[in-house]
């Protein structure tokens, strides 16, 4: 199955509207938590999310799909996530951003 | 509009030697966007003044009232008394380990307001008013204070007062212990605030060197537990002259 690239601007702007998207374990977005690992076009011009979680087998995925339909409605036809798990992911996937927003609900990073 | 009274008042500490007034009758209205100087040697209750306002517990009040918008500020706990948007940067900042500067400023907001605050924009709030205060970034991951110098605290104070967006600001002497730079970033920061929410600000100082960046409407000379003098800014520019001797002396 061929994926067509977004262009960058479209990249940023799904991307923008995917931070609403809150992991519900740790409270910050899956965007600023690293667990976005690309985003492309299917044939069908559907958005293909691949994406992770924190860790494999985490029962969380039902949630995350529904807010990603209500943080995509109006941004995007339709959606798909791919859930990938390798590579895994780590800490030193979260951005800067999303470190500051940890520290702001009182973990310690 | 808001409006600050403070209403004939007496304030007393405990001592070894008993009771101790501090505070002979203390009258003062501040309003949403004027800026009070209060000026005065040491000793004279300056301090004293803006804790009782606070609520610190060392200070009790046997006369007068504190009003803010007719209600009364004394019948409230110090966080009833944030809450209702008065604010006080202390002379002496404390240090609270194992609490992020970070974590302290969301939780103290979320606490204020009474919802936490969304979480990507407060990051993004709290990034630029740290720019403004040149604080830099690895500051929000230390602990509140600790191992801060002087004016990093100072600045720290003022940073909270720029995001917590209180009605009144009492800055109990902001300005000692400042260089020449650090005093323009504070000057700033409290300007900025006062400019951005009409704020009323009632600031504590010793020295006139404070009131070149912030411009004060109005003057009290602070002799004695009580005011001994007020006027508009030119009161300042006497004092730089005279000094307080006139008035201790008296």
């Known amino acids: ?109 | 509009m808001s409006i600050l009274q403070v209403k004939n008042l007496h304030v007393s500490v405990d001592t070894d030697q008993g009771a101790k007034e501090i505070l002979r009758g203390v009258d003062l209205t501040i309003r949403s966007g004027e800026i009070h100087a209060v000026m005065g040697p040491n000793g004279s209750g300056k301090s004293t003044l803006a804790y009782s306002i606070a609520g610190h517990p060392k200070y009790r009040v046997t006369d007068g009232e504190i009003l803010l918008d007719g209600e009364n500020v004394l019948e409230m706990s110090v966080d009833e008394r944030a809450r209702a948007g008065l604010f006080l940067a202390m002379q002496y900042p404390v240090e609270i380990p194992g609490v992020s500067v970070s974590n302290f400023l969301r939780t103290a907001k979320t606490a204020i307001t009474g919802e936490a605050p969304a979480l990507r924009t407060w990051i993004k709030d709290v990034r630029e008013a740290m720019d403004n205060l040149r604080i830099d970034a690895t500051f929000s991951e230390r602990n509140v204070n600790e191992g801060f110098s002087g004016g990093e605290k100072k600045r720290h104070e003022i940073l909270q007062l720029e995001l917590l967006k209180p009605h009144f600001a009492i800055l109990d002497e902001t300005d000692s212990g400042l260089d020449v730079d650090a005093l323009k970033i504070v000057s700033e920061g409290v300007n900025r605030a006062h400019a951005a929410s009409d704020l009323g600000v009632l600031l504590i100082t010793h020295y006139t060197r404070i009131l070149r960046y912030i411009k004060p409407d109005f003057v009290h000379v602070f002799v004695a537990g009580k005011i001994a003098e007020e006027g508009g800014p030119e009161l300042a520019d006497r004092l730089e002259a005279e000094g307080y001797d006139r008035y201790v002396k008296a």
């Open chain 1, 1 to 109: 199955m061929t994926e067509i690239d977004l262009t960058p601007e479209r990249y940023d702007q799904v991307l923008e509207a995917i931070k609403e998207v809150i992991d519900p374990e740790i409270g910050v977005n899956i965007v600023d938590l690293g667990l976005i690992y690309d985003l492309k076009l299917a044939e069908d011009e559907s958005l293909l999310i691949h994406m992770t979680l924190t860790s494999a087998g985490c029962p969380l995925t039902d949630v995350i799909e529904e807010q990603m339909g209500q943080a995509l409605d109006g941004v995007v036809e339709a959606f798909r996530i791919n859930w990938v798990w390798m590579p895994p992911w780590g800490p030193e996937k979260i951005t800067d951003d999303g470190k500051e927003q940890m520290r702001a609900i009182g973990f310690a990073i």
